[in-house]
């Protein structure tokens, strides 16, 4: 069995920054907390719980003399007014990124500009950037950017990690319904080079195998991009969903299988499935 891993798939450089941030802030001593899921992936998020690092998911929730870490997603602009009005010390793990985003609705919100946001309103990334306008509109399907009504004006803004090709259609769409469109493409060039990685490797295998957390957007929007090229494509979270006898008899007939991994995805994960499938 061939197995060829795609040219850009694993830890992006927002995760990879809050891992360090979080892990040298432990190295000293200290205590923390994160708001929320501090990325969506299992292991690494059992790996801090084992090292006393809890989840909270309100303000109500957080414990007297423990440090806040905010989570890659960035949380919402009242719970952050809410945490500063109470002192509580806070360590910043919002992805660059997203931060950017942010920064943008809030600076098309003060000039009064109608915005709208392409991506899933029920995501954190998106619940938090939406914090930032008093009025913003969100679609994440063709259907609902085509039910829009005309706008003379309107400026848009994508979630970081966002199908490109979905966000082309999505614009494409607005084109016909704006008179003057202003597109802030905000997608991470990570995920950017993840998918066009998948895209260029599916065709070229017999399955491809997607790694990474089921609540993951970058994840899920890989898995789709697979798909669409390859027919014969999986997603699992760990290596040891490689283990499962339904699994193992449908993969065991390819001569090629590619591997392409979520942006929380560890190396050390993509590693353990890639040496799983050269001993098949």
Same mark, same amino acid.
């Given at each position: 069995m061939k197995i060829v891993v795609a040219e850009e798939a694993g830890f992006?450089?927002?995760?990879?920054?809050?891992?360090?941030?979080?892990?040298?802030?432990?190295?000293?001593?200290?205590?923390?907390?994160?708001?929320?899921?501090?990325?969506?992936?299992?292991?690494?998020?059992?790996?801090?719980?084992?090292?006393?690092?809890?989840?909270v998911s309100s303000v109500e929730e957080i414990a007297k003399g423990k440090?806040?870490?905010?989570?890659?997603?960035?949380i919402h602009r009242d719970i952050e007014k809410t945490l500063r009005r109470?002192?509580?010390?806070?360590?910043?793990?919002?992805?660059?990124?997203? @931060?950017?985003? =942010?920064?943008?609705?809030?600076? &098309?919100?003060?000039?009064?500009?109608? %915005?709208?946001? /392409? !991506?899933? #309103?029920?995501?954190?990334?998106?619940?938090?950037?939406?914090?930032?306008?008093?009025?913003?509109?969100?679609?994440?399907?063709?259907?609902?950017?085509?039910?829009?009504?005309?706008?003379?004006?309107?400026?848009?803004?994508?979630?970081?990690?966002?199908?490109?090709?979905?966000?082309?259609?999505?614009?494409?769409?607005?084109?016909?319904?704006?008179?003057?469109?202003?597109?802030?493409?905000?997608?991470?060039?990570?995920? @950017?080079?993840? =998918?066009?990685?998948?895209?260029? &490797?599916?065709?070229?295998?017999?399955? %491809?195998?997607? /790694? !990474?957390? #089921?609540?993951?957007?970058?994840?899920?929007?890989?898995?789709?991009?697979?798909?669409?090229?390859?027919?014969?494509?999986?997603?699992?979270?760990?290596?040891?969903?490689?283990?499962?006898?339904?699994?193992?008899?449908?993969?065991?007939?390819?001569?090629?299988?590619?591997?392409?991994?979520?942006?929380?995805?560890?190396?050390?994960?993509?590693?353990?499935?890639?040496?799983?499938?050269?001993?098949?």
């Amino acid at each position: 069995m061939k197995i060829v891993v795609a040219e850009e798939a694993g830890f992006c450089f927002g995760v990879k920054r809050a891992l360090k941030l979080i892990n040298e802030y432990l190295r000293k001593g200290n205590q923390i907390q994160t708001f929320g899921p501090l990325i969506h992936n299992i292991p690494v998020l059992n790996d801090l719980s084992a090292r006393g690092v809890r989840s909270v998911s309100s303000v109500e929730e957080i414990a007297k003399g423990k440090t806040l870490c905010i989570r890659t997603h960035g949380i919402h602009r009242d719970i952050e007014k809410t945490l500063r009005r109470k002192g509580i010390d806070t360590l910043d793990a919002t992805c660059p990124l997203v @931060k950017k985003e =942010q920064k943008i609705i809030a600076r &098309l919100q003060a000039q009064k500009e109608k %915005i709208l946001i /392409v !991506g899933d #309103k029920n995501h954190p990334e998106i619940i938090a950037a939406q914090s930032y306008a008093k009025r913003v509109a969100i679609v994440n399907s063709l259907a609902e950017a085509e039910a829009l009504p005309t706008r003379k004006e309107l400026c848009v803004v994508a979630q970081t990690t966002l199908n490109t090709e979905f966000f082309q259609a999505v614009i494409a769409i607005l084109l016909a319904k704006t008179e003057k469109l202003t597109i802030f493409n905000t997608i991470c060039q990570a995920t @950017k080079d993840r =998918q066009q990685a998948v895209r260029k &490797l599916a065709p070229k295998v017999d399955a %491809i195998i997607v /790694v !990474g957390s #089921k609540i993951s957007s970058n994840t899920k929007k890989l898995f789709h991009i697979a798909r669409e090229k390859n027919k014969n494509t999986f997603q699992i979270e760990t290596c040891a969903d490689l283990r499962q006898r339904a699994i193992l008899a449908k993969i065991a007939k390819f001569k090629s299988i590619g591997i392409t991994a979520g942006a929380s995805t560890s190396p050390q994960e993509l590693d353990r499935v890639k040496n799983f499938l050269q001993k098949l």
